[in-house]
């Protein structure tokens, strides 16, 4: 559960706040009084510039953590927190929507909200498990005083045969789990799914936090889901990470892109943890001890920020659930905005949408996961254009036309004869720093092999754009291929209230066949990017005050030495997305 009353990114807001701080406490007050304000002002006007047209978002408002995603008796259901007076984080329910299809929506009456003395100072994020007997069961975070006092509750169906679940009861026997005083009761939280163990017995995760720096991962048990008690050790905890949010524990199979739903030994698993230090997410890869119920990574598998991210960019406190109706495994992931002060939320009415629903699995090298948007979202391509055998040489770029390239699906794939282009790599650009390397050389900066990709949201003499590309390094030992998804340029307006951030990740890929292939989704104000089949995935918020509606363009370029071809580049107008207010 993000709760931070402004949940923006970490350091810029950090350091604005440090600032204010040195120049006046009476000003820090009053901006706190200004968003107490904001959390309770409706939004009159809702500003369409820059909405999306086919992510998931509700009519107005702020919208956090996707909660609980579940598919029920033929019908997907995506509850998220919510803040139904107001355009900045308060006042937070779980709003309830429901589908057939992952992409368009019914919005229905929120199912959980503060009513009693177990959550009456919040209810924040948590899981669904559905129990034998087809039950559904949603776990979830109550606040129980003005300190933050978090506990564990949980909510069932008023009528579980109402095919979309509309009502929920919180029974009285809550809440479940209490902290004891070995826990930070204040960092206790987002319980996951359910799982059972051969000895019959369930097991759930929450996150925590241990002595200011050790993220944990706290396990209970129980036999009848009522009852549970706290296992002796978490089920993994690291050192130097701050608070885990939002974990998630899931099983993978070791070949083929199918999800499981199965807790043995002879899996390969995943634990992700959202850490509110960075604002970002991170996952490993290991073995899970049923016995023992402990968590082991893979060898080489790293926990904290030097290690794997289901995204690079802006997404945060993702949640996955085993949909039974196509037996893979799904991944949503929340976008938060990338304007840093309330007021702009407050102004335009609404704040933060849901990322599109991946399918997520292992990679046949066993070593990350791979994700691809679920194929329902191709139901919304409409117009389509291609392109292939284009030539690209140094400087030169080729605009796609025929489509409306500010709601767009595009996938393409680049190849080039040649690697010896390729640009030195630096040998303390780890993972980490992918992000001061995109920074350093941007898309203007020329390489050899790269930088090459899709200039998006873009105005037609590319004073505003946002660039998405590959460069290529060439390693002691092999080759580097970094994608970058860079928003510096990507609007004219509002450079100082704006998080305009260079957001990049390396991709292990093979270049045998030299070639690399990237898709991306444009949708006004939010670009998600896959390079290579999904390996590497960045997500971007812009806000573009030229490149908008029919007046965006977008472009493929070549800004390097090695000239590039487009083998092939179809593309697509996207419809909207049908949500029912």
Known sequence: MDYSSNSRWALPVILVCFFIVLLS?????????????????????????????????PEKHWINDPNAPMYFNGIYHLFYQYNPNGSVWGNIVWAHSVSKDLINWINLEPAIYPSKPFDQFGTWSGSATILPGNKPVILYTGIVDANQTQVQNYAIPANVSDPYLREWIKPDNNPLIVADDSINKTKFRDPTTAWMGKDGHWRIVMGSLRKHSRGL???????????????????????????????????????????????????????????????????????????KDRYVPDVGSIDSWK?????????????????????????????????????????????????????????????QLVQWPVEELETLRTQKVQLSNKKLNNGEKVEVTGITPAQADVEVTFSFASLDKAESFDSSWTDMYAQDVCGLKGADVQGGLGPFGLATLATE??????????????????????LCSDA?????????????????????????????????????????????????????????????????????????TEPITIETLDAWSMGKAKIQY
């Open 307 to 367: 290690g794997l991210r289901f995204d690079y960019g802006n997404f945060y406190a993702s949640k996955t659930f085993y949909d039974t109706s196509k037996n893979r495994r799904v991944i949503w992931g929340w976008s938060n905005e990338s304007d840093i002060f309330p007021e702009d939320d407050n102004a335009k009415g609404w704040a933060g949408i849901q990322l599109i629903p991946r399918k997520v699995w292992l990679d046949p090298s066993g070593k």
């Open 25 to 57: 406490n009476n000003v820090v007050f009053a901006s706190h009084k200004v968003f107490i304000h904001l959390q309770s002002q409706n939004a009159v006007n809702v500003h369409t510039v820059h909405r999306t047209g086919y992510h998931f978002q």
């Open 461 to 482: 003499n590319l004073e505003e754009n946002t660039p998405v590309f590959f460069r290529v390094f060439k390693a002691q030992q092999n080759y580097k291929v970094l």
């Open 217 to 291: 991962a706290i396990m209970y048990r129980s036999k009848d889901f009522m009852k549970w008690v706290k296992a002796k050790h978490p089920l993994h905890s690291t050192n130097g990470t701050g608070n885990w949010e939002c974990p998630d524990f899931f099983p993978v199979a070791l070949k083929g892109t199918n999800g499981i739903d199965q807790y043995g030994e002879e899996y390969k698993y995943v634990l992700k943890n959202s850490m509110d230090l960075t604002r970002f997410e991170y996952y490993t890869l290991g073995k899970y001890d049923t016995k």
């Open 488 to 560: 510096k340029r990507s609007t004219l307006k509002f450079n100082e209230t704006m998080y305009k951030v260079s957001f990049a990740g390396f991709v292990d890929v093979d270049l045998a066949d030299k070639k690399l292939s990237l898709r991306s989704l444009i949708d006004n104000s939010v670009i998600e990017s896959f390079g290579a089949g999904g390996k590497t995935c960045i997500t971007s918020r812009v806000y573009p005050t030229l490149a908008i509606n029919e007046k965006a363009h977008l472009f493929a370029f070549n800004n390097g």
